[in-house]
């Protein structure tokens, strides 16, 4: 990917964010944190833009993916899905300090 390309990315990321900042004003207060999980996927995703490929990160992008709307059905399941998450990354964090 070129730099134009990759600028036009972080662009797109950075209206996200804006506009989803606006959202959590009038929306539902759960949403806030669907559109950080969402925000979350969309960092993730600049992963495939620049080669740079970390596979624990790269499953937590597509676990992200797949679960992240289960907000529309459940809170409680969203909130559990969210504290898995930090689970899972938290015993990455040890694994790769660890490593250092």
């Given at each position: 990917m070129n730099e134009d390309e990759l600028r036009s990315k972080l662009f797109d990321l950075t209206l996200f964010f804006l506009t989803a900042a606006r959202g959590c004003v009038d929306e539902p207060q759960i949403y806030g944190p669907l559109r950080l999980?969402?925000?979350?996927?969309?960092?993730?995703?600049?992963?495939?833009?620049?080669?740079?490929?970390d596979p624990f990160l790269l499953s937590l992008k597509k676990e992200i993916d797949e679960k992240k709307y289960v907000v529309m059905a459940s809170e409680e399941k969203f909130i559990k899905f969210i504290d898995e998450l930090i689970k899972k990354s938290v015993g990455e964090l040890k694994k790769r300090s660890r490593k250092s």
């Open positions: 999980i969402d925000g979350l996927s969309r960092v993730l995703q600049i992963q495939n833009i620049t080669g740079v490929n």
